[in-house]
């Protein structure tokens, strides 16, 4: 048993022993288990593929005079703008209006590469917020913060893809040949960091990543995140399991480790490059990061036909070996995702911790309660909802108003005088939760 303040202790001394997961495999495969929990530290994973579900957070300073930002673009692509003034959120998978094959993914990594990009905002113009338009360019370097927020990144593990039908299909997993003419796969098999620790017994809330080649940190699971899938007799989930949702600092970020993407057909999204250290505290964790790509399974979908059903099952050593046998025929096999970039991840990190550049945190909780994954169900009949009388939450706001003290906050509380009030009527419109006023 080692302990992570252990294990910092030897980074910082120079002597922690930090194997990639690739090396780690090969480690076990002469030594053992045993040894590697003896010998092995920190194991380095990685992964670089597509991650729809990815985005940043953008602070782009007030303008004079001040605008509050409601519908907001950055070279002809939709920024989200529900969120005050002047924040806003690029999703990477939103579409230009002039080009489906640009997006948020491009606008992020050309911010990330300090480009100056066209910028227009537009609001409704109030009395502190009175401009109503702004045009100009922005870049990385003039806004205020510009960080990544991604709410689902890093799948556990992913279905194969391969299509029975007799029509070429596009998808997420890219081009699909009609009548079995391929199969695709995401994840990086044995490098991939949740199939690496996959009861996540050392990866929770806060654990300090690599993220777009600079710190990142866990901030939740994922969405889509769930625990209920079956296991393979080494444990490891076989079909979409955890996710986790990061954050990092955009302007820190090295455009090398991510990437916009457009699928055919599809639409806009990015490569995210993740990197996440294990550290090895015990003999269990030292099996987990041990299996290979031999011992990681996953299912073989058909994506041509509706509900996509299972195939047959597969393992991470035959979708690499680039041919898979489906009903008696040889299929080509290829990953969307990267390995190369996820080798070269898991050794900058594992360089990183040796030079002692980067230590391992202590996650403050861990994701294992158990979750499923729900539906969204059509609902036929409207749903009727009455909004409940509202009630003062003694925020103070009306006191102000009332010329005549009829409304004043007593111990922190509104504390109304009937005697007091002259129905003057300033306070009718004050209430922000609708409480009517005066409360006669
Ligand atoms: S009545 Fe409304 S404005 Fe007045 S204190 Fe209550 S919540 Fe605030
Ligand atoms: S209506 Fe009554 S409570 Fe409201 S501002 Fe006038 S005096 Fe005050």
Redesign the pocket.
């Known amino acids: 048993m080692k302990s992570v303040e252990e294990i910092n202790k030897r980074i910082l001394s120079g002597e922690a022993v930090v194997l990639t997961a690739e090396e780690v495999v090969k480690l076990a495969k002469e030594e053992g288990v045993k040894r590697v929990a003896e010998k092995v530290d920190v194991v380095t994973t990685a992964t670089f593929a597509p991650m729809c579900s990815s985005g940043a957070f953008v602070n782009f300073g007030h303008t004079r005079p001040p605008m509050r930002m409601e519908k907001i673009e950055i070279e002809g692509v939709e920024v989200y703008g529900g969120l005050a003034a002047v924040d806003g959120y690029i999703g990477a998978t939103q579409e230009s209006k002039h080009d489906k094959s640009f997006g948020g993914a491009h606008i992020i990594e050309l911010l990330i590469k300090g480009k100056n990009l066209r910028f227009k905002a537009e609001g409704k113009g109030t009395d502190c917020y009175p401009r109503k338009q702004f045009e100009g360019f922005i870049n990385r370097d003039m806004v205020n913060d510009f960080f990544m927020f991604n709410p689902r990144n890093a799948y556990q593990n992913y279905a194969a893809a391969t299509n029975s039908s007799d029509r070429t299909i596009y998808t997420y997993m890219g081009k699909l040949l009609p009548r079995f003419g391929n199969v695709t796969y995401s994840t990086s098999g044995e490098l991939s960091p949740l199939l690496k620790d996959p009861k996540m017994f050392t990866i929770g809330l806060g654990t300090k990543i690599f993220l777009c080649g600079t710190e990142g940190y866990i901030v939740w699971p994922g969405t889509q995140f769930r625990n209920d899938v079956k296991l393979n007799e080494h444990g490891i989930p076989i079909s979409a399991a955890r996710t986790l949702a990061v954050i990092g600092d955009a302007k820190k970020m090295n455009p090398r480790y991510l990437r916009a993407a457009y699928f055919k057909n599809y639409g806009v999204t990015i490569f995210i490059g993740i990197g996440v250290p294990i550290p090895v505290l015990n003999e269990e964790i030292a099996y987990y990061v041990s299996r290979s790509n031999e011992e990681i399974t996953t299912e073989l979908r058909d994506y041509g036909k509706a509900g996509r059903p299972v195939i047959r099952l597969t393992n991470y050593a035959e979708l690499r070996s680039g041919w898979i046998e489906i009903e008696g025929k040889k299929v080509k096999t290829s990953p969307i995702s990267s390995l190369a970039m996820a080798r070269e991840i898991a050794q900058l990190l594992k360089k990183w911790i040796a030079e002692a550049r980067f230590t391992l945190t202590v996650p403050a909780k861990l994701f294992d309660e158990h979750r499923s994954l729900k539906g969204l169900e059509e609902v036929k009949e409207a749903e009727k909802f009455d909004m409940e009388e ?10 102000s108003v009332c010329p005549y003290d009829a ?1 004043k ?1 007593v111990n922190d509380e ?1 504390s109304f005088e009937k005697e007091l009030c002259t129905e003057c009527g300033l ?1 009718n419109d ?6 009517k ?1 005066p ?1 006669l």
Do not use: D, E, F, S
């Not at 004050?430 to 409480?435: A, I, Y």
């Open positions: 509202p009630t003062c939450v003694n925020c103070g706001m009306c006191v409304l906050l509104l306070c004050v209430c922000p939760v609708g409480v006023l409360p």
